[in-house]
């Protein structure tokens, strides 16, 4: 920074500049509430349907963000700017402060083009001389250099913060200068030590990067920073250098028990930089994609994706970016696997082959395994990639079908689930002890899981999780059949099942009108606000029996069907005549009607899982009965989130995921009912605890008639329409329902194995 422009600086532009950025923020709050309360509440009480719903909601979700992101970057840009005018005033300060001094010391200084002279006074010397003289003009240097780098750190934090996004607003918080610029500082220096050669690395280096990355791996300014200037193809080798034992003879042996931790943080920091839009990370992320298919070098045989799969294990990737990668790692796999004949060479382990994944969970070596665990943090990106085409019917393939029932098959269309779930040959693989790996499959179900519920694995709905689409409900659609085809699918993967009950879970809706007879008064009855699935009766049995017989699963479906039911009694009644306002009967009437319709369902539900988990209970002799009460009861997350699957208090037909959705449980019938049941305490009339003994399919029974009855009981009363009549209908239905569960379960089931057929072969 020049002298002058310091010392004679007007900072009123500067200081205008501020507090116009301060005037704009209060503006933005006002339109951020008004967006988030108004436009956004709005669109989730809407009476919308199909389509309007889904795209819609979104819409307007995301254009109500924008206001937040908005109001986030405008907050971030008025306080760096704020920071750096103080700081520059406070150089000025000194500066004109130093030059007063000076003068006491007979020292004056003047300005020289852009720089400054420091000179005795020709009649009075300096006390000390020219030391003083040096001192003065050393001090002012120091000022202008501080000066300068404020100024310069500021522009280099504003660009950087302006540059995250091409389109929209950035949710980066910066709350100064110095927050801001030393992200950058940090980056640059991170980054040095990642472009060294893997053998040139020590445990200080090593120590560093894993402190730096797991302190900054949310900062977009850092991430981005660090990835483009590490580059695709340095980050590659950095991980893989870290992972090839004969380079790392220092590294290795003093840090090999944090690579885990490295690993992490080092998929976080990417995630984030992926979620900006500089040109140099649009840049990144194309030559990364190309870098998948491609060796790491001229002797090597690790292609880039087994090394990126394993640095996106964490973090929620740019959606376009996993969509580009899934299809490279596809097009990959195809040409190593002969379309799906065999296991895809390339990624089996083999002896000398590094370890490039360090959870202990499996080698790393499938680059699928990790790919998927990005899916399943990444919903939208994990709709499209199972959704896409893995072969058509013109392809050289060997996967064939007879779709006409001619008795002659034919070369049939897979997508990637179809490939990945029912056709793909897994490469061995194994743990840290020796055991077959599950990690593949078990995130092959986690991914499965985002993609067909719109939020990330593992997680629960929330009143903004956007309705179901069509491609989520078709893919569900896809997934009742394939199991509903051939269960061992998930009877020999049991770990893929507490995914599966999440998914079974969030589609009460749907399975409840694929159970549900009449098929004219559904959407009344069961309302979706989104794309409903379409699932079979024999679907839904096959898959639910299925689900059933494993205890996470059990759980899942069991805790999601008794949230939906008691929150679908207590909307309707609350609004008797929301369904079936037929004239020729009583309010009452009508109602008692509904109630029915929806307790004989749901002990059809609870009837087909019972089923599953009593045959499973014979199989292991009852040994397994303890696991199924113990997740049931590990299921209360439902009921600590203050979420459930229902369909919300509000009087519009439905609001929420799939329509039916995620509602407040504080205060409600499904509340209650959900804490006695996750809780072990719901008692019946003899004070005899109910669900604590799954072992006969009797027990069973009775449990969900008195919990369905207790449910229309609590909805009764919170809506405040209580009625006895309707109540005791309800457990007369739900009785009915499950008598005819265990029907369907024989009609549908038999030939996998349904309950006593073990008494009946001995």
């Known amino acids: 920074m020049d002298f002058e422009a310091l010392h004679s600086a007007n900072f009123k532009l500067l200081d205008d500049t501020v507090s116009d950025w301060t005037s704009m923020l209060t503006k933005l709050q006002s339109l951020k509430k008004d967006a988030h309360d108004g436009l956004q509440g709005k669109a989730l009480k809407a009476d919308w349907a199909g389509d309007n719903a889904v795209i819609g909601r979104e819409f307007v979700g995301k254009t109500a963000g924008e206001f937040g992101d908005a109001l986030t970057q405008a907050t ?92 929209g607003f ?108 500089t040109p140099e990370m649009s840049r990144w992320k194309y030559d990364m994609v190309n870098l998948a298919d491609q060796p790491l070098s001229k002797n090597s045989t690790t292609f880039g994706a087994q090394v990126m799969s394993n640095l996106m294990r964490w973090g929620n990737f740019d959606d376009q970016f996993l969509k580009d990668y899934g299809t490279k790692l596809i097009d990959t796999e195809k040409k190593m696997s002969d379309n799906g004949r065999h296991v895809p060479i390339g990624w089996q382990r ?50 064939e079908e007879d779709a006409d029932g001619n008795g002659k098959n034919e070369k049939r269309e897979l997508s990637n689930f179809d490939y990945l779930l029912e056709e793909r040959h897994w490469p061995q693989e194994q743990d840290d002890k020796g055991k077959d790996s599950i990690e593949g499959r078990n995130n092959l179900a986690q991914a499965l899981e985002a993609a067909t519920t719109g939020h990330p694995a593992g997680e629960l709905p929330t009143a903004n999780t956007p309705p179901h689409n069509a491609d989520q409900a078709k893919l569900v659609t896809d997934i009742f059949q394939s199991v509903s085809e051939k269960p061992e699918r998930l009877t020999k993967n049991g770990f893929m099942s507490d995914s599966m009950g999440q998914i079974a879970a969030e589609y009460m809706p749907d399975i409840h009108r694929g159970l549900h007879p009449a098929k004219t008064d559904v959407s009344t009855l069961f309302p979706v606000a989104g794309t409903p699935a379409a699932l079979s009766e024999q679907d839904i049995t096959r898959f639910l029996y299925t689900v059933g017989q494993n205890p996470e699963g059990y759980a899942a479906v069991n805790v999601g069907q008794h949230s939906y039911t008691s929150s679908l009694m207590e909307h309707h009644f609350a609004h008797p005549t929301s369904h079936l306002p037929d004239e020729n009967f009583s309010v009452n009437e009508n109602l008692k009607k509904s109630i029915e319709d929806i307790a004989r369902v749901s002990g059809e539900i609870e009837g087909t899982i019972g089923a599953g988990r009593a045959y499973a209970n014979e199989v292991e002799g009852g040994a397994k009965d303890e696991e199924f009460n113990s997740a049931i009861e590990s299921a209360s997350t439902w009921v600590s989130s203050g979420v459930g699957i229902g369909i919300g208090l509000a009087t519009a037909p439905a609001a929420g995921p799939g329509g039916a959705v995620a509602g407040g449980l504080a205060g409600t019938a499904a509340d209650e009912i959900l804490g006695a049941l996750t809780e072990g305490l719901m008692k019946d009339s003899t004070e005899e605890v109910i669900y604590r003994n799954g072992k006969e399919i009797n027990d069973t029974k009775e449990s969900t008639y008195k919990l369905i009855e207790a449910a229309a009981e609590k909805a009764g009363e919170n809506a405040k329409n209580p009625s006895p009549h309707i109540v005791s209908a309800a457990a007369t239905a739900a009785e009915s329902g499950f008598t005819n569960a265990q029907s369907m379960v024989t009609d549908y089931c038999n030939g996998q194995g349904i309950p006593k057929q073990l008494e009946k072969e001995k």
């Open 76 to 167: 971030s840009i008025r306080d760096i700017m704020l920071d750096t005018r103080d700081e520059l005033k406070t150089q000025q300060r000194l500066l004109k402060d130093a030059i007063e001094r000076g003068r006491g010391k007979n020292l004056t200084v003047t300005a020289n083009g852009g720089g400054f002279t420091v000179r005795e006074n020709p009649d009075k010397k300096a006390p000390n001389g020219q030391s003083d003289v040096n001192g003065l003009r050393d001090e002012l240097q120091g000022i202008l250099n501080t000066a300068t780098e404020i100024d310069s750190s500021a522009a280099t934090s504003l660009k950087a913060l302006v540059d995250l996004t091409d389109h």
């Open 350 to 399: 083999m002896g000398m082959d590094p370890y490039l994944n360090r959870t202990s969970t499996d080698s790393g070596s499938d680059p699928m395994t990790g790919f998927l665990k990005a899916l399943s943090n990444s919903p939208d990106a994990a709709t499209d990639f199972f959704n896409a085409d893995f072969g058509t019917k013109d392809e050289d393939h060997d996967f």
């Open 170 to 277: 950035s949710d980066a918080v910066y709350k100064d200068r110095d927050s801001a610029a030393n992200a950058v500082k940090e980056a640059e220096k991170l980054a040095a030590i990642a472009k060294k050669k893997p053998e040139d690395l020590t445990p200080a280096d090593f120590d560093a990067l894993d402190a730096g990355l797991g302190k900054y791996s949310g900062d977009p300014i850092f991430a981005e920073h660090f990835a483009s200037t590490v580059g695709p193809k340095g980050t590659l080798d950095l991980w893989a250098g870290l992972n090839e034992m004969p380079k790392n003879r220092d590294v290795f042996p003093d840090r090999h028990e944090k690579y885990a931790e490295l690993q992490k943080n080092l998929s976080l920091t990417l995630a984030t930089a992926t979620q900006t839009d």
